[in-house]
């Protein structure tokens, strides 16, 4: 939010008084005084005016998980492992996962606490490309490339997929690219054809790929230029 919106929202300015703080250098951000009103806030920014803490700020935290079979992309399950599980506690607190995976689906998992990051990530009107292994029971045929660009119509959400790009590694296995994550996306698109996903392993999401140095369970923190990525 701008700086200026973000504080004429509290009870104790008005807009006047919000223009003078700004013009008199009193109110900084994240230890740097601010004079521009359009400055943006996010939900980890400190704000101080005065010496008094308008908010307090929190580091925000951003992971990636190679994701391993058998385990459940939820915070909490009262019956399975979760990918929280996988983490230390004291990184665990508040985070969420940014597109989840299926309980049997492998591969890169990212994890913040930062919801507008993770919306931009996420979001199909960002169009970012989240690419799949796909391993099949039956063999994949050459015009499957087409309705995968087409779309498939999802009943359910009443809606079509948007373009996705397949590309056939061998006769049971292609590499998928959808800017979409609807819930068990892969396998209705596969299902249009009647043919059971038996392998699927996410590789990456827009620039962000999964590191090939984590083995499954393992985890590290996105280094600053991932996190720019979004
Ligand atoms: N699509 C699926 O069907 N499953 C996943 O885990 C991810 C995408």
Known sequence: MRLDRFLTNLPCYNRQHVRLLLAQRRVSVDGVAVSDPLHEVREFSRVVVDEQVLQPGRPARYLMLHKPAGCVSATRDPQHPTVLDLLPADLRDDLHIAGRLDYNTTGLLILTNDGQWSRRLTQPKTQVAKTYLVQTEDEIGAHYVDKFREGFYFAFED?????????????????????????????????????????????????????????????RVLSDSEIACF
């Open 159 to 219: 809606l079509t997929t948007q373009p996705a790009q397949l590309d056939l590694l061998g006769p049971r296995e292609a590499r998928l690219a959808i800017v979409e994550g609807r819930y068990h996306q892969v396998k209705r698109m596969f299902g249009f054809f009647q043919n059971k996903v038996v392998g699927l392993h996410r590789q990456s999401m827009g620039a962000i790929e999964l590191d090939p140095g984590l083995a499954p369970g393992q985890f």
